[in-house]
């Protein structure tokens, strides 16, 4: 898995070479996002999936932590949950209204 703690309340995590922390407390939503990927290079085509675990905090900004496998990106949002077991998980309609700006 991409090097993300969860540590005293907190999501660790770098992006490009800053370290970054997001409060748990912060959080209102966090969901999974798969992405199919489709590049045409000069010898043919390219597919791929992108695997994501997206949260959005109290003011509306959206994080994403990307991984090469769902499953990596599970056990990140199985691990938000349980630190933070009130926490709207999932992309559902009743989440994307109430959380989507």
Known sequence: M???KIEDGKILYRKLLKS???P???LRWA???KEDVNS???CG????????VIVVTEDGKKEMFQFESMEEAR??????QAARPDLA???TEANRALYEA
Not at 45 to 51: A, G, P, Q, R, V
Not at 75 to 80: Q, W
């Open 89 to 91: 998980i999932g992309y």
């Open 31 to 33: 969901y999974l996002q």
């Open 45 to 52: 085509s390219y597919s791929t999936e992108i695997d994501r």
């Open 75 to 80: 056990e990140l949002l199985a691990r938000i």
């Open 2 to 4: 991409a090097n993300i």
């Open 24 to 26: 748990l407390e912060k």
């Open 40 to 42: 045409k290079l000069c």
């Open 20 to 22: 970054c922390e997001l």
